[in-house]
């Protein structure tokens, strides 16, 4: 799949959308508003694969803005959340894989949709069913398969790291398609297939390539140097913060492969700074 996501990187790297998820918010912030403003008009906006057939195919995409969740203070923190998460997503795998990322899992919701249709013999009223809520559920399960030690402040107080709340939100996933039938399973499976193909097809079972080997040889050649380079016996800074592991001893420490020179960035900004070229 790597080497299918490069051919199309080349070929339509360049029609990607920056800043996605800006787009995806602002497109919740208007949801949210219609949902204290006008709710009945979201009905039209809901995803019915039965009326997307008779002509609303509107439908296939206008279900996006529906809201998760009608709380104001659970919207600004999602808000908030998902914008950091995007964003380091972005950062991290650049904007045509995520891209792809994004409206796989917006394409693969929308096939099981037709499916759960076919099972239930083309009745509406299901569209409540679909929201983005596992889509943004597959941010934050590909978040914590990238930095799984980052730390989050749950409800702005405790913190805690992104592979504990991962580990509980896949159990709560379970309890949900066991407890809800057949077609929540279908609904829960189809929305986060995208993560799914992404982190378990990706997975390189072969060993190290040429190109990674080299690239680990040199990791290895860096955290060789001599200890004791930095102000009071540290052995690592990052080259954004500053900090060493003498402010924090659970901060982790990595060399970017994409900057020119041996700049070193702790787990918090290794995904979010600006390459050095």
């Known amino acids: 799949m790597k080497n299918w996501l490069d051919k199309m990187e080349r070929r339509f ?21 219609l949902s204290f403003t006008m709710p009945q008009l979201l009905t039209y906006f809901t995803l019915e694969p039965a009326l997307i057939l008779k002509g609303q195919v ?25 914008y950091s998460l995007g964003n380091t997503l972005e950062s991290y795998w650049g904007a045509f894989r995520y891209n792809v990322y994004i409206f796989s ?36 399960l590909a978040c914590a398969s990238i930095m799984p030690d980052y730390q989050l402040l749950l409800y702005g107080i405790i913190p805690i790291k992104m592979k504990w709340l991962a580990i509980l939100d896949v159990v709560l996933l379970a309890v949900d398609a066991v407890q809800g039938g057949l077609i929540i399973r279908i609904v829960i499976i189809a929305s986060l297939l995208n993560f799914i193909i992404f982190f378990f097809c990706n997975r390189n079972l072969r060993g190290h390539s040429p190109k990674q080997a080299a ?31 003498l402010d924090d001893p659970n901060l982790e ?19 979010t700074h600006i390459h050095v070229q």
């Open 58 to 82: 509107w439908r296939l995409l206008s279900w996006v803005i529906i809201p998760p969740n009608d709380n104001i203070i659970f919207v600004i923190f999602m808000m908030l959340l998902y």
């Open 105 to 140: 899992g917006i394409l693969f919701t929308v096939i099981g949709a037709f499916i759960v249709n076919g099972l239930i013999g083309g009745i509406t009223g299901f569209g409540s069913l679909y929201s983005t809520y596992y889509i943004n559920m597959s941010i934050f």
């Open 13 to 33: 790297g360049r029609y990607a959308i920056r800043n996605l998820t800006m787009y995806l918010l602002a497109g919740y912030a208007i949801g949210y508003l």
């Open 215 to 245: 690239r680990r040889k040199k990791f290895q050649k860096q955290i060789s140097r001599p200890q004791n380079q930095y102000a009071g016996g540290a052995k690592h800074r990052c080259a954004v913060c500053g900090r060493t592991e």
């Open 253 to 271: 420490f990595r060399y970017c492969s994409k900057c020119h020179g041996n700049y070193e960035y702790c787990q918090e900004h290794l995904f």
